[in-house]
């Protein structure tokens, strides 16, 4: 195994490895570190997957498997970028671009009848949402700005929009009948195994059988009542009318892969109510469910005139939609995938409240969070930039996380324990010495829920938290909701932790709507805060708080203490890479910006030095942070425009400020004797490289696939000067 395994991803983050890992590659041999690929993209997931139906030589090892085991272990040391998290109509899309490619797979069955296609339903069903991340982490997370990144945000502020006292846009959410108001929670007392059942009058159906749980599990249960949905989702529709606002949407359909596409669908079919009314019979024919977007419900319609006109009458009886791309018609419904809460709200608040309608123009929004459980912080936002103004990046201070994620942490390790009720009756989780440990009266529809926390990572979580408290001096405060069911079992064991480190002082408790209010009045006063979140919150806060600080997620440190002292380091967010990926097909010009990697990179090497004792590696990684600082100072970032610098120029001015660094150092006299030419070099031929670089950009670039590009044909694009190449090998 590698000293240190880059992960292979999809999109811009995996177009820019081309360009960057060879680089990485070279320096990191110098000081005898080996850094290796393993292939966790949703095309090699698919692939390891099915490998009977392919060919010898297209086979692929199961390689996120393979880091499941690695991560368990002292030795990991892995540099995760953002990979895919697939909806439905990404994982058709994939699979259908594979098989264009040779590869013999399965199509995806979207109703499947036989034994045969529910087992290949199954298999893809493991591969969608959030595959890859529960599976990886096994710490909890330490996210914040590097000093670096903060300092630069504040000398060079982004633009922000303006709030105004009178905006319309508001968070909308269910008042009752939603997974907050109906969440029961338990904390084990003892080891034990739980079925879950549905009673009805027909007898009982088993839903899930042997899902184990260690002593101190909190297990919780809760359900989302489709009609409660429904009424508000057509409440909603109605009020936006009124109001004259944009009609959005705001879900983590990739996240929440069970829970998040049915309520996805209940909003296509509230939208077109009308339609389904009248054409429910011809649409069940047709396979049309909702879940998988507007997009998939129109072309699968389009041989069917009377009800295209029928949805475009009821579009125009509705309020204006928020828009993904209006210029191409792509709605705020079209694609579950589209609109993610977590990027999509920030972006949002950091426009001053304001959402792209269909007729191109910016306008205030009714931002639909349908579950009550985070929406408050979506909320109290919008509230205090209507009270206060636009946030000032030159002045505000800075929000740092500890998010509680190890070992499927919360609802985002509740998918096999998710299930659409197909019947009226109750569900009961028992336990196997017959104790009724939650039960829920349900109806038809209802999306009936359970998520675990274990004990290790809630108290590895708290210990954390108390370790960056005592290393920054701020404010810390754990965003937990005393009368939520869930949150108040965390609070039972966060308190007496506190009390027995004797650091209980140097804490707040607040729910995450108070919370929310407090971290944006610190910030405002140019002051930090800890944000001590669960596992959604810490998904949702790394977002806002950076986009709000920085512009940006992706320029994040994003560190991972695996529980049993191996080291994790994730890159930010990839939110936008299909954007960057769709410039970068028509103009040859990629944007990402991978401050990201360069951080994670730095950050693994010093865990390397540590771990391994490699003093060389060390001295690499310290002069990362010196070429960081570099790219920052020099504004050596992507620019957003064709014709002008984007990421390839990038890394060509790291791999130089990287050489210079360690040319000039002196606590290694040999590594600064090997890198002294290579600095020459790049230094030398700046002009010839920057040339050929800039040459490349303007005209089309073929990638091979979109999912699965061609290595060849990418390297080619990313690696565009033969200069630059011949230095770097």
Not at 510 to 515: G, I, S
Not at 591 to 609: I, K, M, N, P, V
Not at 682 to 697: C, D, F, H, M
């Amino acid at each position: 195994m590698s000293d240190i395994i880059y992960t292979k991803v999809d999109e811009a983050p995996e177009l820019a490895s081309a360009s960057f890992l060879p680089i990485i590659q070279k320096f990191a041999a110098a000081a005898g570190v080996s850094v290796g690929t393993k292939d966790i993209s949703l095309a090699g997931r698919i692939l390891a997957t099915f490998p009977e139906y392919l060919s010898e030589d297209q086979r692929q090892s199961d390689d996120l498997a393979e880091l499941g085991r690695l991560v368990k272990t002292p030795e990991a040391n892995v540099i995760k970028l953002p990979n895919i998290s697939a909806s439905v109509p990404q994982l058709v899309a994939a699979v259908k671009e594979l098989q264009s490619q040779g590869f013999a797979l399965p199509d995806y069955p979207e109703a499947p009848a036989t034994d045969e296609e529910k087992a290949v339903r199954a298999k893809y069903d493991a591969i969608k949402g959030s595959a890859v991340n529960p599976v990886l982490r096994e710490g909890n997370s330490d996210r914040r700005a590097a000093k670096a990144v903060k300092s630069f945000a504040q000398n060079n502020p982004h633009r922000m929009g303006e709030w105004t006292a009178d905006s319309k846009t508001r968070v909308s959410s269910m008042s009752g009948g939603d997974f907050r108001s109906n969440e029961v929670s338990a904390t084990l007392a003892k080891e034990a195994t739980a079925k879950i059942v549905l009673e009805t009058a027909d007898g009982e159906t088993v839903l899930k059988d042997g899902v184990t749980y260690p002593a101190g599990t909190v297990v919780d249960a809760t359900f989302m009542s489709a009609a409660a949905l429904d009424a508000f989702l057509a409440d909603e529709i109605e009020k936006t009318k009124a109001e004259g606002t944009l009609f959005s949407l705001h879900m983590k359909a990739t996240m929440m892969k069970v829970s998040d596409p049915i309520i996805f669908g209940h909003a296509v079919k509230a939208w077109l109510a009308p339609v389904f009314e009248k054409y429910g019979d011809k649409l069940d024919q047709l396979g049309v469910t909702g879940n998988a977007g507007l997009g998939t419900l129109l072309d699968k319609v389009k041989g069917e005139p009377e009800i295209m006109a029928a949805i475009e009458e009821v579009s125009a009886q509705r309020p204006p939609m928020y828009m993904v791309d209006s210029d191409k018609g792509i709605t705020n419904l079209h694609v579950p995938s589209d609109v993610i809460i977590d990027a999509s709200m920030p972006a949002l608040i950091r426009a001053g409240g304001k959402g792209w309608g269909p007729d191109g123009k910016e306008a205030d929004a009714n931002c639909v969070i349908p579950d009550d459980s985070y929406a408050p912080v979506y909320d109290e936002s919008v509230k205090f930039f209507k009270e206060n103004g636009k946030l000032n990046p030159a002045t505000a201070g800075t929000v740092q996380n500890i998010g509680l994620m190890a070992q499927k942490a919360e609802e985002y390790g509740s998918h096999p324990t998710t299930f659409e009720i197909p019947a009226a009756g109750t569900v009961k989780m028992i336990l196997d010495d017959g104790t009724v440990l939650h039960s829920h009266d349900v109806q038809v529809g209802d999306i009936w829920r359970s998520a675990s926390a274990r004990k290790a990572p809630i108290e590895d979580w708290v210990n954390l938290a108390i370790d960056r408290q005592k290393a920054e001096g701020c404010r810390a405060i754990f965003w937990l909701d005393a009368t939520r069911a869930h949150d108040a079992e965390l609070i039972a064991y966060v308190k007496p932790i506190l009390e027995a480190k004797g650091v209980a002082d140097k804490f707040e408790i607040m729910a995450p709507r108070e919370a929310t209010r407090a971290s944006l009045e610190t910030i405002t006063k140019g002051e930090n805060t800890i944000a001590i979140t669960g596992n959604v919150l810490r998904d949702y806060l790394t977002d806002l708080f950076p986009i709000l600080e920085l512009a940006t997620s992706a320029k994040m440190l994003s560190i991972v203490k695996l529980m049993n002292g191996g080291g994790l380091f994730e890159t930010g967010a990839g939110g936008s890479a299909p954007k960057h990926v769709q410039q970068l097909v028509e103009e040859n010009h990629l944007r990402w910006d991978s401050l990201g990697e360069f951080c994670a990179l730095g950050e693994s090497l010093t865990f390397l030095a540590d771990a391994k004792g490699n003093d060389k590696a060390r001295v690499l990684g310290q002069a990362v942070d010196a070429a960081t600082q570099g790219i920052l100072d020099n504004g050596n970032s992507p620019s957003r425009k064709v014709g002008e610098p984007d990421n390839r120029d990038s890394h060509y001015w790291f791999a130089r400020y990287w050489a210079e660094a360690l040319a000039a150092q002196t606590s290694d006299a040999e590594l600064a004797a090997h890198f002294a030419p290579i600095a020459e070099a790049l230094a030398t031929n700046e002009e010839k490289i920057v040339s050929e670089l800039a040459a490349a950009q303007g005209s089309a670039a073929d990638l091979g696939g979109y999912f699965h590009t061609d290595a060849a044909k990418t390297a080619a694009v990313m690696r565009p000067s033969a200069t630059l190449n011949a230095i770097i090998g």
